[in-house]
């Protein structure tokens, strides 16, 4: 079985595989179902889900909803974030309700950050990202763990009260070895997905990655011991790192990802140094035998972030595929996707800043 580990993402080598074992359903009915789906639903990127079928239900009816996510203030901002956030967005505007949280209290118990520098980068880091991305304040709670939304005392009873709902052999055999910290983050989140209900919305939806499905089964069984509605999830495949088709973006290895800040010619030197190519060693091979459009991180980006034409990607693939584009010209493509969205998306987060203040109240 593969190993999920909630706080330390691994490489998934066989998702189907994963799924099975875990009961996962397969979200494919879905996309063609959501009308102006982001990319990330829409090139398959979203595989599985738990209960999905009762939020889609409440799109299709026009009844209430809510999103629950959270974000974790412990590095920079970058493009392996904006799966989850592109997401959360689509739903605000086809009319889901938004509880955002900054996990704070998560990144002090498990990555010994200081609520100071936490809150620092919840605020400068993602919350201005993500009104620069088009997070509307209508419809949205947005909250710190360490102080908890309107509810606050009910909220810091529920993690209490769903302790009492669990045994340690439960939580062993659903995160592994788990230190009293994680323990703690564990049924902090369970409290923060469970939450919405206490304000009367009984259908929920939490987008995250599978390396979270540990945190989904988790609340799902606790909600199911204390009158609550099942939660839904949708769960996806992380974008990948520069550095490989099934790496992963790390704030920790500016290697691995672009940030939001990074300007022109770090954009440039990046993508031509370390994003993985699926072409041939030499140009005379790529144009003899082609390149794997499924392995080029160039390619996946573009599949997943930057390219909005399912006719260009098709041209894009075919052409690569057949060698008659190289990796340097797909690069570059990339390269000029990229910064342009980042010049006019900078411009959006200096506006971003004039309404920071009316999001951040409750």
Wanted: proline share 4%; hydrophobic share 35%.
């Amino acid at each position: 079985m593969n190993k999920i580990d909630p706080w330390e993402v691994k490489e998934v080598k066989d998702y189907n595989k994963l799924m099975r074992e875990l009961g996962v359903d397969d979200f494919s009915q879905f996309p063609k179902k959501l009308k102006d789906a982001p990319l990330e639903i829409r090139r398959n990127l979203v595989l599985g889900h738990k209960d999905f079928n009762k939020v889609y239900e409440c799109i299709a009816k026009k009844k209430e909803f809510a999103i629950l996510t959270g974000l974790m203030p412990s590095g920079i901002f970058h493009f392996g974030h904006m799966s989850v956030i592109n997401q959360v967005i689509y739903y605000q505007n086809i009319g889901a309700k938004i509880y955002l949280l900054a996990a704070d209290l998560e990144a002090q118990l498990t990555r010994s950050i200081g609520q100071k520098e936490a809150e620092k980068i919840a605020i400068e880091e993602y919350l201005l990202n993500y009104i620069a991305l088009g997070l509307k304040k209508k419809n949205l709670t947005f909250y710190f763990q360490t102080r908890g939304p309107k509810k606050s005392q009910e909220y810091a009873n529920l993690s209490k009260l769903a302790s009492a709902k669990t045994t340690f052999n439960e939580v062993k055999a659903i995160y592994g070895d788990i230190t009293p910290q994680k323990l703690i983050s564990a049924l902090t989140q369970t409290a923060d997905i469970l939450y919405p209900q206490l304000e009367g919305i009984n259908t929920t939806l939490t987008p995250i990655g599978f390396d979270q499905l540990p945190h989904a089964s988790f609340s799902r069984d606790i909600a199911s011991r204390m009158s609550f509605s099942l939660p839904a999830f949708t769960f996806h495949k992380l974008i990948p790192g520069l550095q490989g088709p099934n790496t992963k973006m790390s704030s920790s290895k500016p290697e691995s990802y672009i940030d939001f800040s990074d300007d022109e010619k770090t954009v440039e030197y990046k993508i031509k140094k370390y994003a993985f190519s699926g072409g041939q060693p030499t140009i005379k091979e790529h144009k003899e035998k082609g390149g794997n459009p499924d392995i080029d991180v160039s390619f996946l980006w573009l599949k997943y972030l930057f390219e909005d034409s399912n006719k260009k990607l098709k041209n894009l693939e075919e052409e690569y595929r057949s060698g008659s584009l190289s990796t340097g010209e797909l690069k570059e493509i990339l390269i000029e996707k990229i910064n342009k969205f980042l010049i006019k998306h900078n411009m959006k987060r200096e506006k971003a800043k004039n309404h920071l203040a009316k999001f951040l109240k409750n």
